[in-house]
Structures are given as structure tokens and as C-alpha cells.
């Protein structure tokens, strides 16, 4: 099964926390599912030089981060991920959507009004538990 390593951004403005929405994939149960932005760490990159990349490609947006919060690995039907997810701060730039059908800024105390990738549902548990 492939295997792929991914680091994803907890973004936080204060007390919001920025939640995505994927468009339609290939894979019925991770589309439109909602995530936080990042992606596949290429080779020869550090965690957070992918990070700072993605959420550049993705959103327009310049972060700084602050910490590692949880690695998740998780097991989907065609695939699994090695999922690291990282607290940042923004630090620039204007939210421009380029992959993504919607956004949201919640409180921890608002994510599970959103229908999660399942990989995910560990982080926003720890996210509430804070
Ligand atoms: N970015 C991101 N990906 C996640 C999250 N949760 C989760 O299961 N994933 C999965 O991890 C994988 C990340 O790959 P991606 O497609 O976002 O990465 P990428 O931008 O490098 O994609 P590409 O292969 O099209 O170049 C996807 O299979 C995605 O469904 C999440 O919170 N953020």
C-alpha cells in the first residue's frame, strides 16, 4: 500500500483555528471531507519547509511555526499517510483559495461542526481537549 508523509498547518488568529474544505477527489471518503492545509512533504524538504511551501501554494499566506502538536498515522481504503500536524501563526499574505472549495475559522470549541478526514479527527480531539 502506498505510503505517503504529510505535514499539516493548525493555524491559529487568537482563538481561530483555519479548517478547509477539499473539492471532489477520486476517493469518494476524503472528498469534501474538510482538513487543515498542508500536503505531501517532497524529498529533501524538513517538516517545515513543506509546510511554509504549502500553505504559500495553497492559501497566499506566509506562517510562522511554532510547534509540533500530534503525528497521526492513519489508514485509508488505497492508501496510508504518516499525518504530522504543526501550531502556526500567520504572518502575512492575503487568504486566496487555489485548491480548496471553502474555508472557515472556528474555535477548537466549533470544529466538530464540520465533517472531518477521518486522519484528522485525532487532532481536533486533542485541539478541544486544550
Ligand atoms: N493537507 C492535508 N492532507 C490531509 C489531511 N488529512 C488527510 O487525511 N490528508 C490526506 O493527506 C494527503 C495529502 O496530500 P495532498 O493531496 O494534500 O498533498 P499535495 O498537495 O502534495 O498533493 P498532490 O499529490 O496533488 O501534489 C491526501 O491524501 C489527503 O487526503 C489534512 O488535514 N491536510
Not at 511554532?66 to 501550531?87: Q, W
Not at 502556526?88 to 466549533?110: F, R
Amino acid at each position: 500500500m502506498k505510503h505517503h508523509e504529510v505535514v499539516a498547518a493548525v493555524i491559529q488568529n487568537g482563538d481561530q483555528i483555519l479548517c478547509l474544505q477539499r473539492g471532489p477527489s477520486k476517493y469518494h471518503y476524503i472528498a469534501h471531507k474538510w482538513e487543515f492545509p498542508g500536503g505531501k512533504v517532497e524529498p529533501g524538504e524538513t517538516q517545515e519547509q513543506a509546510i511554509i511551501r504549502e500553505i504559500h501554494e495553497e492559501l497566499g499566506l506566509q506562517v510562522d511555526v511554532r510547534a509540533a502538536f500530534l503525528t497521526v498515522e492513519h489508514e485509508y481504503p488505497d492508501f496510508k499517510i504518516t499525518m504530522h500536524s504543526l501550531l502556526c501563526t500567520p504572518a502575512g499574505g492575503e487568504l486566496v483559495l487555489t485548491e480548496h472549495v471553502g474555508y472557515q475559522w472556528l474555535p477548537a470549541s466549533g470544529l466538530l461542526s464540520l465533517d472531518w478526514a477521518a486522519a484528522d479527527l485525532p487532532i481536533v480531539d486533542k485541539l478541544m481537549a486544550q
